[in-house]
Every structure is written in structure tokens, then in C-alpha cells.
């Protein structure tokens, strides 16, 4: 938490890791307190031997905590504030695949900001599922980011049937976001609902 420079992210940080408790004890019948957490050599958080069927993963951004539960499947999950004060360009450049670069540069203005955000926010979900970090280079797979076009995985490499094993969606969360969920194999059910807004403050 005390990495986050504004108090706003550090409340944020806070409430999100508290709901996720909260949640994940729900489901196991645990006091949230008593959940146990490890993390793997690439950094992500999982629970303690004995629990890791269920998968979670979580995400802010703005005014937004995510968070994915998921029973015996690994799942990735981001959401992203849009701002315009960035060069969408240069940091397409070097953390797209070719393909998504071109895919980018047919746009312009607002719906280019947009293209961008839907690429980022899959490409981070897929990474956080995959749960390598850094090790997964983001140019080494190719998403889907025109606007209205439906989210997916398009290709992965080296595996090309690496891509067949995930199923990516857009979320929609609110006017000036985007948000990603990647979910591990096929045959799911998405159920989604709002925390009280009672509950975060």
C-alpha cells in the first residue's frame, strides 16, 4: 500500500484487498482474517495450499475496484481510467504486436484513445490469467481493439494454440473506462454484481 503516492490510491488499495477477503471467505466459509496467502515465483498472490481452486485476480483504477473469482480456472482481470494526456503512439510502440500497432494507426482522435485502452486492458487481463509478469512479453500475442468489434484473443506465439485456451470479454463498468476479464477454457458463466456502495467507503 505505501508504494501508492495519493492517499485516494492507498484507500483504494485498501478497500479492494479488503473486499477481496471478504469475498473469497464467503465462498470458502472462512473468517476472512483466517485466509492465507502465497505468491508465485512470477508474483502473483494466490491462496495458501489447500484452497487454490479457486482463482482470483483484481484490479483499480479510477473509482473502480474489479475483482474475478473464478472455481478452478485461472482468470485475469483490468480496468483502465481513459485519459488523453499520453502518447497512445509511442507506448504502442513498444508494448504492441506489429499487428496491433496497425490496427491503431488507422484511427484517429477519441476512438484512437479508445482502440488503445481496449488493447491495454485485454493484453494486461491476459497477462495477470497467465500469471508469468514480465516474463510474458505483451507484443508476443495479438488482441482485438477496434471499437464495437467483439474482445478476443486473436493469436499467440510461439504456441498458436496457445490462444484457443482462453476466452477474453469486454466489461462494461461506466462512461470513461474500459475493462477486460480473460477466463481459462470455455463452458463458463459470467455473474457479475455491484458492491454497496456503503461497503468502500
Known amino acids: 500500500m505505501e508504494r501508492f503516492r495519493?492517499?485516494?490510491?492507498?484507500?483504494?488499495?485498501?478497500?479492494?484487498?479488503?473486499?477481496?477477503?471478504?469475498?473469497?471467505?464467503?465462498?470458502?466459509?472462512?473468517?476472512?482474517?483466517?485466509?492465507?496467502?502465497?505468491?508465485?515465483?512470477a508474483g502473483k498472490p494466490h491462496l495458501a495450499l489447500g484452497e487454490r481452486q479457486l482463482q482470483f485476480n483484481l484490479a483499480h483504477s479510477g473509482e473502480y475496484v474489479l475483482i474475478a473469482i473464478a472455481n478452478g480456472r485461472a482468470v485475469g482481470i483490468d480496468v483502465e481510467e481513459i485519459r488523453n494526456d499520453f502518447e497512445a503512439?509511442?507506448?504502442?510502440?513498444?508494448?504492441?504486436?506489429?499487428?496491433?500497432?496497425?490496427?491503431?494507426?488507422?484511427?484517429?482522435?477519441?476512438?484512437?484513445?479508445?482502440?488503445?485502452?481496449?488493447?491495454?486492458?485485454?493484453?494486461?487481463?491476459?497477462?495477470?490469467?497467465?500469471?508469468?509478469?514480465?516474463?510474458?512479453?505483451?507484443?508476443?500475442?495479438?488482441?482485438?481493439?477496434?471499437?464495437?468489434?467483439?474482445?478476443?484473443?486473436?493469436a499467440t506465439r510461439p504456441d498458436s494454440a496457445e490462444a484457443r485456451r482462453w476466452q477474453l470479454i469486454a466489461l462494461d463498468v461506466a462512461d470513461g473506462y474500459r475493462a477486460a476479464l480473460v477466463v481459462e477454457g470455455q463452458g463458463w458463466t459470467l455473474r457479475s454484481w455491484d458492491c454497496p456502495e456503503e461497503l468502500a467507503r
Open 89 to 154: 503512439e509511442e507506448i504502442a510502440a513498444r508494448f504492441f504486436s506489429p499487428s496491433e500497432q496497425r490496427d491503431l494507426g488507422t484511427f484517429a482522435g477519441r476512438v484512437k484513445i479508445e482502440a488503445f485502452y481496449n488493447c491495454w486492458t485485454r493484453k494486461e487481463a491476459y497477462v495477470k490469467a497467465r500469471g508469468e509478469g514480465l516474463s510474458l512479453p505483451l507484443d508476443q500475442f495479438d488482441v482485438s481493439l477496434r471499437p464495437g468489434e467483439p474482445a478476443r484473443l486473436i
Open 6 to 41: 495519493l492517499e485516494k490510491d492507498r484507500r483504494r488499495y485498501l478497500i479492494g484487498r479488503g473486499l477481496l477477503r471478504s469475498l473469497l471467505g464467503r465462498y470458502l466459509d472462512v473468517a476472512p482474517q483466517d485466509l492465507r496467502f502465497e505468491t508465485t515465483a
